[in-house]
Structures are given as structure tokens and as C-alpha cells.
Nanobody
Framework: QVQLVESGGGLVQPGGSLRLSCAASGSMYFIYAMGWHRQAPGKQRELVAVLDNGGSSNYADSVKGRFTITRDGAQNTVNLQMNNLKSDDTAVYYC????????WGQGTQVTVSS
């Protein structure tokens, strides 16, 4: 089992930046990909970005060119650098780690508003 703890959410103005981090602990040996989903009020949860152990990444079309996902050298932290934020990026962001199952963090709120 993998435990995930997110940090870095908050309130930012349109055009601003935030950096989300997610620290994994537990059975990290079995993790083969980590990433982020988000869920806005009244909408379904959607994939934002994912990065696998081979270094391949995938992004939602709505965030390409603005968001960057990275993992640290020890592979136990995944980060999401979010630039040029828009009001549509407002959501709860959930970190996930894929093993034989999908493990989820508790979520962190990102609000983009002037």
C-alpha cells in the first residue's frame, strides 16, 4: 500500500503560478507511474498529468505548455509546476500513484481568482 501526501495548493491570481508536491511512502517499489487528477465543482475528475518510471509523460490538452510534471531523483515525490493559471484550473487536485491499484492522496485545493 502507498500513502500520498500533497502540498502546495492555495489561492492565486490569473496568470500566476503554483507548485504542487506529493510525497509517497509505503510500498513505493511497486509504483510504476505517478501523476495528478483534478475535480472542479460539478464536473467529473479528469487526468491532468502523469509520468511513468521510464520518463514518459502525458498531459491533458487544456494544460499542455503551462503545466510540467516532474519526479525527484529518489522517485518518491512528484511535482506539478503550474504556470499561467486560468480560472478554469480551479479545482481540487489529487495526487495518484499506480501500482496494482490506483492510490490516491487526500487532495489539495487550487483556486485561481482575482
Amino acid at each position: 500500500q502507498v500513502q500520498l501526501v500533497e502540498s502546495g495548493g492555495g489561492l492565486v491570481q490569473p496568470g500566476g503560478s503554483l507548485r504542487l508536491s506529493c510525497a509517497a511512502s509505503g510500498s513505493m517499489y511497486f509504483i510504476y507511474a505517478m501523476g495528478w487528477h483534478r475535480q472542479a465543482p460539478g464536473k467529473q475528475r479528469e487526468l491532468v498529468a502523469v509520468l511513468d518510471n521510464g520518463g514518459s509523460s502525458n498531459y491533458a490538452d487544456s494544460v499542455k505548455g503551462r503545466f510540467t510534471i516532474t519526479r525527484d531523483g529518489a522517485q518518491n515525490t512528484v511535482n506539478l509546476q503550474m504556470n499561467n493559471l486560468k480560472s478554469d484550473d480551479t479545482a481540487v487536485y489529487y495526487c495518484f500513484a499506480r501500482t496494482a491499484v490506483v492510490n490516491w492522496g487526500q487532495g489539495t485545493q487550487v483556486t485561481v481568482s482575482s
